[in-house]
């Protein structure tokens, strides 16, 4: 049975007044990444791009080392997602491993296609030869994990001739990356390590050719400032940019880590930028700091009632957030 379509739950503001600190969103808190921005700000806007991409994918299959014709330009990886779920040759049940990105879940939906919810890893693996499209998240959102399976589940794959798909939104905010079998389906969302989410724009590398793919998406699926991004992030600057930004991320989120646990509160540390807290009634809390002018990640919408997801915030916004939860937490008790 297909489920009722839901609203998307992300990050980010909403349509209240800005809140002061937003711990919701797990994009780059250091950004943005100035030598991006300079890209997206000196886009002339006045023309069309190439409707077919073809300079970006060349530079994009050269940066990954693959065929010009094993990439997809997309107008973010949502967008990828559901023209995923559209494609004729990947019509069939669809795997997925909760909590997870709910994007998965709700691309199924609308495209009809039978959802298979795995509860663990080896569920995944028991599953995977029944689905003919499989998400992972790597690593995961919101637990941060990053599991140990996706070898076997590559091998799996290949042999059943299923789309496993590695959704790599925060990979490149990892301290040691697992290595990515070569037969994967690899989504890439850098306008997130760039701190520049505002521009939707990421790209999909399959171990096939995806010809046939781009020609399901829209014309002119990713604007000036999307491609600007794309090739912006790939120049060494804009790399060194991201390494630097990388080391101050983790110190920021083991920082806030350290705050909760001092308060007495259960924390799920991520290796990325981000780590989960239980607080009990996660919408309750999340409500009332938003009353306060924090946003942050209520997990209900995942399967988690009790817990938030909170980024890796600069050490004056942390000092709040740890001053204003404890008054939140008691309000709601």
């Keep these: ?68 014709e094993h990439v997809a330009v997309g107008g973010g990886t949502s967008e990828l997602i559901h023209r995923l779920t559209r494609w004729r040759y990947l019509r069939g049940p669809m795997l997925i491993l909760p909590p997870t990105f709910s994007e998965y879940a709700r691309a199924a939906q609308p495209a009809e296609l039978p959802l298979l919810r795995a509860s663990s890893g080896e569920a995944f693996l028991r599953l995977l030869p029944k689905a003919t499209l499989a998400f992972l998240c790597v690593p995961n959102n919101p637990t941060g994990e990053i599991y140990d399976f996706i070898e076997e589940a590559a091998h799996i794959a290949e042999r059943h001739r299923i789309a496993l798909v590695l959704d790599l939104a925060y990979y490149y905010l990892l301290p040691d990356p697992p290595r990515l079998p070569s037969n994967t389906w690899r989504l890439y969302s850098p306008n997130k390590a760039h701190g520049l989410t505002g521009v939707r724009a990421g790209y999909l590398i399959a171990p096939q050719s995806l010809v046939h793919f781009r020609n399901l998406a829209p014309s ?21 940019w991201l390494a630097r930004s990388r080391q101050e991320l983790w110190q920021l989120r083991s920082q806030l880590a350290e705050g909760l646990r001092q308060q007495g509160l259960e924390v799920r540390e991520s290796p990325a930028n981000f780590l989960l807290v239980k607080v009990g009634r996660a919408t309750a809390v999340a409500r009332q700091l938003h009353s306060m002018g924090f946003r942050v990640r209520d997990c209900t919408s995942f399967g988690l009632p009790e817990w938030l997801r909170l980024s890796a915030q600069p050490a004056a916004a942390q000092a709040e957030l740890l001053e204003a939860l404890p008054r939140c937490m008691k309000a709601r008790t």
């Design 1 to 68: 049975m297909i489920d009722d379509v839901l609203m998307p739950i992300h990050g980010g503001t909403d349509s209240g007044p800005t809140p002061r600190y937003d711990f919701s969103t797990n994009a780059n808190s250091l950004g943005p990444d100035p030598r991006a921005l300079a890209a997206v700000q000196a886009a002339d806007p006045s023309h069309y791009p190439d409707p077919l991409y073809t300079s970006l994918h060349d530079a994009l299959a050269e940066f990954h080392q693959v065929p010009p």
């Design 220 to 240: 002119w699926v990713v604007g000036v400032h999307g491609e600007a991004l794309l090739r912006a992030v790939m120049q060494e600057a804009s790399q060194a």
